[in-house]
């Protein structure tokens, strides 16, 4: 059970208004780009940057999460985190890069927890 990377997120409205300043920023190209059609979102990795775009209506509940966790074994991860006090509040679900879930700890903060598939 590893966390393999930690994203922070930025949240914006349009993605490729951004993308061009967090590349050069970063000394980065866009590692992965996808859309979430069923949620009106765009998203983009840039490194260690997360970037959300969409409508301030789209982007409002995911805007609580404070980052994204990498992670080696989801499942993992879930029996952890559940036998540990913390509350698995959406998935874990299919998503375009493999599977996740959004999460808050026993302090209250909000996690979302990815596992590529590769």
Do not use: C
């Amino acid at each position: 059970m590893k966390i393999l990377k930690t994203l922070s997120r930025v949240y914006v409205e349009e993605l490729d208004d951004h993308l061009d300043f967090y590349e050069n920023l970063l000394d980065a190209k866009v590692e992965m780009r996808f859309p979430l059609p069923g949620v009106g979102l765009e998203l983009a990795q840039i490194d260690d940057i997360l970037i959300i775009a969409g409508s301030s209506e789209s982007l409002k509940p995911f805007k609580r999460t404070q980052a994204t966790f990498l992670v080696d074994s989801l499942e993992e991860y879930e029996k952890f985190l559940k036998s540990n006090g913390s509350k698995i509040i959406q998935g874990p679900q299919k998503v375009p890069t493999g599977f996740n879930m959004t999460v808050q700890h026993q302090d209250g903060s909000i996690f979302e927890y990815v596992q590529h598939i590769h």
